[in-house]
């Protein structure tokens, strides 16, 4: 099932996360390890940063999150209180992946705003594909083992006393942003097939993509194609195939997902849970027509949301001022970027609520 749905429209209808009396959030960080790690790291560690936003307890403080240098930021992030203490309860948890070359903490205006709502977020650095440490080919490559660090991560939450007790991990969900989006298949079942992708990119080189990415700009397809086949990568490249399923995922949020067409049809089929997809009907990078419509047509339980005139880049946090005269093409929207925020808060609200409900 497909629905194409208005940004202002979603906007009216915002969830509870909008009203002052809502809890505050708590932000606590930390270390996981996964060995693919330091096959992407440009150091070669085996560690990946994580980032957790939850229902903090009454009185905790908040301070604003930004990106950027100290007092020059460069994109607004949202707020938080720093290793405040988790309110009781059973919060369920959500799995949040970045996209290409982006962080944690770029995705943090849905991240605390869906802990404003009641769910613990737990969110990844992706080693070597990341905009904090230096991007690295691997990184740029295996994309699959990206579920290693949210596996990794949700381990490390759940042997976190500060946080272990007032989890719920049999009401698990997963979101995932662009890249993060092929991840975010990826950890709910499905398996991607890398000479399909290629086939695909061979016979439409300028899709967004199939192109060198921004981020990466050096990475051509030619380049790909010869560095999978090194002896560092090809053992890794030989697993993308294998089924990564992260056990329990009961809803999908994809936010503009890149690369579906990595997957066949059938593929996607398997994948049981709900999911629903936002996009901007202007998205050049990955665009609706061989990515979001491709898997709402072949999802079995989807829902499609597309947003007028917004593009890629709409969905990661807003930009300062400064930002807007030094990031250049990620500062460049065309809609109400608050309006477009939103409206994936209010269908990811939506989506999660009813599929991780305490009563399912």
Request: charged share 15%.
């Amino acid at each position: 099932m497909t629905a194409r749905c208005c940004a202002a429209l979603l906007w009216l209808c915002l969830p509870t996360f909008a009203v002052a009396a809502a809890p505050p959030v708590g932000e606590r960080h930390g270390i996981a390890h996964t060995p693919s790690a330091a096959v992407r790291d440009a150091d070669h560690r085996d560690s990946v940063r994580y980032t957790v936003w939850y229902p903090a307890q009454s009185g905790a403080q908040e301070t604003a999150l930004t990106i950027g240098p100290p007092g020059a930021p460069l994109f607004e992030v949202g707020t938080a209180a720093a290793d405040a203490a988790m309110a009781k309860g059973r919060w369920p948890v959500l799995l949040l992946s970045h996209g290409n070359g982006g962080s944690a903490r770029m995705m943090g205006w849905f991240g605390t705003a869906m802990a404003r709502a009641g769910y613990v977020v737990i969110a990844v650095d992706h080693p070597g594909n990341n905009g904090v440490d230096p991007m690295t080919e691997a990184g740029s490559i295996l994309m699959w083992n990206r579920v290693d660090d949210l596996a990794a991560a949700l381990a490390a939450v759940q042997a976190d006393p500060a946080l272990a007790t007032d989890i719920d991990t049999t009401r698990l969900g997963i979101a995932g942003y662009s890249a993060g989006g092929f991840t975010a298949l990826v950890a709910a079942g499905a398996r991607p097939d890398v000479q399909r992708l290629l086939a695909f990119c061979r016979a439409h080189p300028a899709d967004g993509v199939c192109a060198p990415q921004a981020e990466n700009p050096t990475l051509t397809l030619a380049r790909r194609i010869r560095v999978a086949a090194t002896p560092e990568l090809a053992p890794w490249v030989a697993t993308s195939g294998d089924d990564r399923a992260l056990p329990g995922v009961r809803a999908v949020f994809l936010i503009a997902p890149a690369m579906v067409q990595a997957f066949a049809p059938e593929e996607l089929g398997k994948v049981p849970s709900p999911v629903s997809i936002i996009v901007g009907a202007g998205d050049t990078v990955a665009a609706p027509a061989t990515n979001s419509e491709v898997a709402a047509a072949a999802l079995p339980k989807a829902r499609l949301t597309t947003l007028p005139a917004v593009g890629h880049y709409d969905f990661l946090s807003s930009c300062t001022a400064l930002g807007k005269t030094r990031v250049g093409a990620l500062c460049q929207v065309a809609a109400d970027q608050n309006a477009t925020h939103g409206a994936a808060i209010t269908e990811a609200t939506a989506l999660f609520d009813a599929a991780l409900s305490a009563t399912r």
